[in-house]
């Protein structure tokens, strides 16, 4: 089993342009979810999702859409990137036994010039 | 609202002495916590949580709800226990994680 795998690794994007991040698992989770992660703020949430078709906002969603059209994958969107938007994004899944581990992919490290 | 409290960016300690990563959290209900860590240049992964009342590679963690913390703790500190620790809080009946702000760990030889 891969896991949770992200696509891609890196990406440098001009301010304005627009890029979508790829996450999978083979787990057959249900549960997803995408994050940043900032010097000094730890892993905020930007949006999850708890089903195929379904997504909610997190505690940062603002610039961004996700999408979850298949139960292994959860795309996470950004329409017209800022500079803000630099950070190293990670995914993450879960499955709905009770134990509530999150399994986190191995990140996205995104700049915005 | 909920938090997550790490209070420390960076302890450093050397190898054998021991270890206290602190964890401070807000929640008026009945937490579970965790604790990720993050080696380097690998991928977040679970610890230990609370719950469970293990000891993982050395660690453990208590949840006293008195002072609303779960601290980590080690007693020998080793080099490979270097790396980023992230305490973090479920709400009952959520979904989601409130991740605090991480603690680093280095330990010298």
């Known amino acids: 089993n891969a896991g949770v795998t992200q696509t891609p690794k890196f990406r440098v994007l001009k301010t304005g342009q627009s890029m979508t991040l790829l996450c999978a698992q083979d787990?057959?989770?249900?549960?997803m979810y995408w994050y940043r992660q900032d010097p000094g703020m730890g892993l905020r949430l930007i949006h999850y999702s708890v089903g195929e078709g379904t997504t909610a906002k997190g505690e940062v969603p603002d610039g961004y859409n996700v999408s979850r059209l298949k139960k292994q994958n959860f795309l996470l969107g950004l329409e017209s990137a800022a500079p803000s938007q630099t950070s190293v994004y990670f995914c993450?899944?879960?499955?709905?036994?009770?134990?509530?581990?999150?399994?986190f992919g191995p990140g996205t490290r995104l700049t915005v010039l | 609202a909920q938090r997550v409290t790490q209070p420390e960016k960076l302890l450093s300690v050397f190898k054998g002495a021991p270890v206290e990563l602190k964890c401070n959290y807000s929640?008026?209900?009945?937490?579970?916590l965790f604790w990720y860590v993050q080696y380097s240049r690998q991928r977040l992964q679970l610890l230990l949580r609370?719950?469970s009342r293990e000891s993982i590679k050395g660690f453990t963690a208590d949840l006293n709800k008195g002072e609303t913390s779960f601290h980590l703790k080690k007693p020998f500190a080793q080099e490979e226990d270097s790396a980023m620790y992230y305490c973090a809080l479920r709400r009952s009946n959520t979904d989601k994680l409130i991740f605090g702000t991480g603690t680093r760990l280095q330990v010298f030889p």
């Open positions: 929640y008026s209900g009945s937490p579970e």
């Open positions: 787990m057959n989770h249900e549960y």
């Open positions: 609370h719950i």
């Open positions: 993450a899944s879960r499955d709905t036994s009770g134990y509530n581990e999150q399994f």
